[in-house]
C-alpha cells in the first residue's frame, strides 16, 4: 500500500483540519506562507481574513496560490494535503455568506470575546473578506500511517 490518499479521502482530511498554510506571491514573485483558519464546502477552500490584509491585495494582483494542511508529530503520523489553487476575493453576497457561517460555526469555539480582546484587533477584524480557494490540477498527498515499520 502506497502513502497516497484517494481524492475523497483527502478531502474528508481537509475539512477536518484546524490550520491550513495560505501561500500567495509578492509583486516581486517573493512567496508569503501563514497560517489560517479555514473551512471546506463543496470541494472548495475559503478563507475569511481581515479585508484589509495584503494576502488580499497579493491574491487581487496574482491569483496562483498554495495551500497545505498537514498533521502529526511522529514520522509514521505525517499525513498531509497540498493543492495549488487558484484565490479569488468574494463579493458580498449569498456564497460569501455561507462561508462566514461555517466559519462561525467550525471556529465558535476557537474565538475570544470581542470584550476580551484589544480595541486595535476587534477593528481589524470588523470588516472580513472572504477568498474561495479553487484547485488546480491534482492533489498532492501522503499519510505515513499507511505504511508499515518493519522491524
Do not use: C
Not at 462561525?104 to 484589544?118: I, N, Q, W
Not at 472580513?128 to 500511517?145: E, H, I
Request: aromatic share 8%.
Amino acid at each position: 500500500m502506497g502513502v497516497r490518499m484517494g481524492e475523497d479521502e483527502a478531502w474528508e482530511f481537509l475539512a477536518s483540519g484546524h490550520t491550513g498554510i495560505l501561500t500567495t506571491l509578492r509583486r516581486d514573485g517573493w512567496p508569503v506562507s501563514l497560517p489560517l483558519w479555514y473551512v471546506v464546502e463543496d470541494r472548495a477552500i475559503y478563507v475569511s481574513t481581515p479585508a484589509g490584509a495584503k494576502k488580499v491585495a497579493r491574491i487581487r494582483n496574482d491569483d496562483r496560490a498554495s495551500f497545505l494542511v498537514e498533521t502529526g508529530d511522529a514520522w509514521v503520523e505525517l499525513a498531509a494535503v497540498e493543492l495549488a489553487v487558484r484565490a479569488a476575493v468574494l463579493d458580498d453576497g449569498e456564497e460569501a455568506d455561507r462561508a462566514r457561517q461555517a466559519f462561525g460555526d467550525k471556529y465558535a469555539a476557537f474565538v475570544p470575546a470581542s470584550s476580551s480582546r484589544p480595541e486595535a484587533s476587534n477593528k481589524l477584524y470588523s470588516s472580513q473578506a472572504v477568498l474561495r480557494l479553487d484547485p488546480v490540477g491534482k492533489m498532492l498527498t501522503w499519510d505515513n500511517s499507511r505504511l508499515r515499520m518493519r522491524s
